[in-house]
């Protein structure tokens, strides 16, 4: 049987994350969980190793030091699903603005087609996306019609952070000399697996905002995403993107 993984980052997410692993791990499909806490000061990582106890087999903790960003919690947390040897790996926010049962529509994808990268995609099908304010919609949407006029990038939705790989994707991209920290990371994934000829696929899922906590979302991780990915454009012409 292919082995499943979910990595979740977290930083104060102790109001959140005892319902996302609930769902996760009642899900018809056997996914294990990998949360990398970025020693959130509210106790989250107390959660999650009460999990750690009852389900010893399936839910796992990386717990860093400090805060050190969204890009370098997934980076650590890829190089764990490698090295344990999990075929199809995903990425999902804590916060709930992903529903974890379309977790399954998305395994199916990986096992059932030629897909390599699946992708939770707001914008495949018009946009779907719940309680956002307007202008943070009209931010995320012209930043993946951005991502696709900057890289070339045949998504509709570049900047999603709901996303499974066949793990022979994470293992030809060199993660160590990934460029990027905030969603621009999320970009930067997606290019160098296409550029690396691997099949993506969109399914659409309705996009829901938090309820509970604070968005990690500010200007420095604008001005990553808006100057990062012509830079990381340019360096695709004269670099293997995999070096």
């Not at 793990?167 to 160098?192: C, D, P, S």
Request: proline share 3%; glycine share 6%; charged share 20%.
């Amino acid at each position: 049987m292919s082995k499943a993984l979910v990595i979740i980052p977290t930083y104060n997410e102790l109001n959140n994350i005892s319902i996302v692993l609930n769902q996760v791990l009642n899900l018809p499909i056997a996914f294990n969980v990998l949360v990398v806490d970025d020693n959130s000061p509210d106790g989250t990582s107390n959660v999650v190793n009460q999990y750690i106890n009852k389900f010893k087999d399936r839910v796992f903790l990386l717990s860093r030091k400090s805060k050190q960003g969204l890009g370098k919690a997934y980076t650590e947390g890829f190089f764990w699903a490698l090295e344990n040897q999990y075929n199809y790996i995903f990425e999902m926010d804590a916060d709930l603005s992903h529903d974890p049962k379309d977790l399954v529509r998305m395994h199916q994808t990986l096992e059932l087609s030629n897909c390599d990268v699946v992708i939770g995609s707001r914008y495949i099908n018009g946009i779907n996306v719940i309680n956002w304010p307007l202008s943070r919609i009209l931010l995320s949407y012209f930043a993946s019609i951005y991502s696709r006029v900057v890289t070339g990038l045949p998504v509709k939705d570049a900047t999603s952070g709901f996303v499974g790989y066949r793990n022979i994707v994470l293992r030809t991209i060199n993660l160590k000399t990934l460029l990027f920290n905030g969603y621009a990371f999320q970009i930067e994934l997606k290019f160098k697996a296409f550029k690396n000829g691997f099949n993506i696929i969109e399914i659409p899922i309705i996009f829901k905002d938090r309820e509970n906590g604070e968005s990690k979302m500010n200007g420095d991780i604008i001005y990553e995403a808006v100057f990062g990915l012509i830079k990381m454009k340019f360096y695709s012409y004269f670099y293997n993107v995999n070096k």
